[in-house]
């Protein structure tokens, strides 16, 4: 929809973010997550606040990234020349771990490291990891 109808996408994700302003949370996180009540209320809120800002109107992050997805990104990944780590859930459904493997596949210096969850439930699991330049490095 992103290459084919991206208005038709921005308008549904307008929607849904019309939705997102009005309701609490939960109404976004189902949209990542199986487990909604394993996120705390202050990821919930960052998640509601980040999904309704990307679905702006002016600007619609999220179909521009869509597109993004299925277009050429500009630099193929056998050419990278740094390490790359990618953390993946094993239940992701918005994203297949295949996904992940294939990608990984491609870049020349990939490391995938699965873990026990979905969409968000991994990524909340692994933001330590990734940004604590101090944390573990398994």
């Known amino acids: 929809m992103a290459t084919h109808v991206p208005r038709l ?10 939705l ?3 309701d609490d949370p939960e109404t976004v996180l189902e949209q990542y997550t199986d487990e ?11 998640v509601r606040r ?5 679905c702006h109107r002016s600007r619609n992050g999220a179909v521009t990234e869509l597109s993004w997805v299925v277009g050429d990104w ?26 992940a493997e294939r990608l990984c596949e491609r870049l020349p210096e990939a490391r995938l490291t699965t873990v026990d969850g979905d969409h968000l439930t991994t990524l909340v699991h692994v ?7 101090n944390g573990p490095r398994d």
Do not use: M, T, Y
Request: glycine fraction near 8%; include cysteine.
């Open 9 to 18: 996408l921005g308008g549904a994700l307008r929607v849904q973010r019309w």
């Open 20 to 22: 997102a302003e009005r």
């Open 36 to 46: 909604p009540d394993a996120i705390s209320a202050a990821i919930g809120e960052l």
């Open 50 to 54: 980040d999904f309704v800002e990307s």
């Open 74 to 99: 500009g630099v193929r990944p056998s050419s990278v020349e740094c390490p790359v780590r990618v953390w993946h859930g094993k239940d992701d459904e918005n994203v297949p771990l295949a996904d």
């Open 127 to 133: 933001r330590p990891c990734v940004l604590d330049a």
